[in-house]
């Protein structure tokens, strides 16, 4: 059993229940124990860094902190606060002068950091160290026929410091085939999804997933798979908006990487958060449940 | 720097970029040859008042205020792509927040801008909580315009509806711990 520590976000608990539940389903199929960071707290998200750098350093350092005493990889399934993570390690090692306030900062708090958690984005854990072969021998159901978009968004390829290609990503889409389905070709994979503009309903976040649904509907995809929270909401939870703004003739259901790997492995489809989705997926992947 | 005899020439103070090059993250700005990269391959410069080439050019001839005024900053998404495109390895994406963060400072910024509303929601849930509510956070954010928000309901109901909005909050353990912290890094300083 691979060990890891766990930092699912908060957006994990919350609006992406679907990708919380469906982590939990894959994960002893898979051999991994991705064992929960105690007390951990809110990265900060880019909204934090907008407002107060030092502060968002803090947050991330505090979990880094509390990671570092496990001495195990640190397993982080949404994008945005992978990047926050990164970003932090990296600030730390590159600006002597906020290591030095940061480390004032935890020592407030009774905490301490040397720098040495590996941050890791949890889709690559899977892809990397279960390894694509194991995960093709555990299918039970290989997805023929279906046709996946895989979008990787921003921040899990940005900035650059990841172990994923910048700007022509491939891993999902080997994720994908081992699962037996079929990635098809998809220009916009690591385009922005509108970030916290879509939320906000400005205009300019909606054109933003308008264009990833039709560049996906273009190329034959049936469904579209992620591996962040954000790009989840704004292209799922948001799809009505823009299908009537913007008089789309067609839906897509957008399901989390993990959801797709829980079908193709035959796991409990009640186990896999396919009711907390607002496009419904079944009518696309019943065939496969 | 890119400029630099032209702009000794016309008398251009260069108070400005030395201000946004002392930022960490913000060093390489002197180096733009301004080729544009960054604007073609922002995915919001299309709605902008002025493009991020634009306003690297803006913080170069000093124009402070223009700059922290701009809507520009506001719209940009953190996506990174100009700072992994920049040839001459400026960190653009960095430099915008360090924008967002004088100008919030300054009191320059455009007024009415939701996402500067939504981020100072944000920011005192996270220091109340420790963690983001964020079932609380729609909710006062939408009363910031009860109006505007009336459409929004159905939205909200759905998420509700789909079990997406937990209606208590997760908290950590010892809340007090983050306060002290935020107090600390507020008092040790930077941006």
Known sequence: ?289 | MAGLDVLMERGVALDFIKEISTIPGGEEIVQCIQCGTCSGCCPASFMMDYTPRHLVAMIRAGLREEVLSSQAIWLCTSCYTCTYRCPMGIKITDIMYALKRIALRSGKYPRGLKVEKLSKEFVNMINRYGRNHEAELVFRFAMKNPFKSIKDIPLGWSLFSHGKLPLMPEKIKDVNKIKTMIQKAEEVGGL
């Open chain 1, 1 to 289: 059993m691979m060990e890891y520590i766990y930092y699912p976000g908060c957006s994990l608990k919350a609006t992406s229940k679907a990708y919380f539940e469906s982590i939990n389903t894959i994960s002893a199929p898979l051999g991994v124990n991705f064992k929960e960071l105690e007390d951990w707290n809110c990265c900060g998200a880019s909204l934090y860094m907008g407002i107060n750098e030092m502060n968002s350093f803090a947050l991330c350092a505090r979990n880094l902190a509390l990671a570092e005493k496990e001495g195990k990889d640190m397993a982080i399934p949404c994008s945005g606060c992978y990047t926050m993570f990164r970003k932090t390690n990296q600030y730390l090692k590159d600006y002597p002068e906020i290591k030095e306030k940061i480390y004032k900062v935890l020592e407030e708090v009774g905490l301490s950091y040397n720098g040495n958690v590996k941050v890791r984005h949890l889709a690559e854990i899977i892809i990397n160290d279960v390894g694509l072969e194991k995960i093709s021998s555990l299918v039970k159901r290989r997805l023929e026929g279906l046709n996946v978009a895989c979008y990787y968004g921003c921040l899990m390829v940005r900035p650059k410091g990841g172990v994923e290609d910048t700007e022509n990503p491939k891993s999902l889409d080997r994720l994908v085939t081992a699962l037996g389905a079929n990635p098809v070709f998809f220009p916009a994979k690591v385009r922005c999804c509108g970030g916290t503009l879509v939320g906000l309903g400005e205009d300019i976040g909606l054109r933003m997933v308008r264009n990833l649904l039709i560049c996906a509907k273009d190329n034959k995809a049936d469904l579209m798979v992620v591996t962040c929270p954000l790009c989840h909401m704004n292209i799922d939870v948001y799809q009505p908006r823009v299908k009537k703004k913007f008089n789309l003739g067609f839906t897509m259901p957008i399901l989390y990487f993990t959801q797709l790997m829980g079908i193709a492995l035959g796991l409990d489809k009640n186990s896999l958060g396919f009711k907390s989705l607002i496009v419904p997926a079944e009518p696309v992947v019943s065939k496969y449940l």
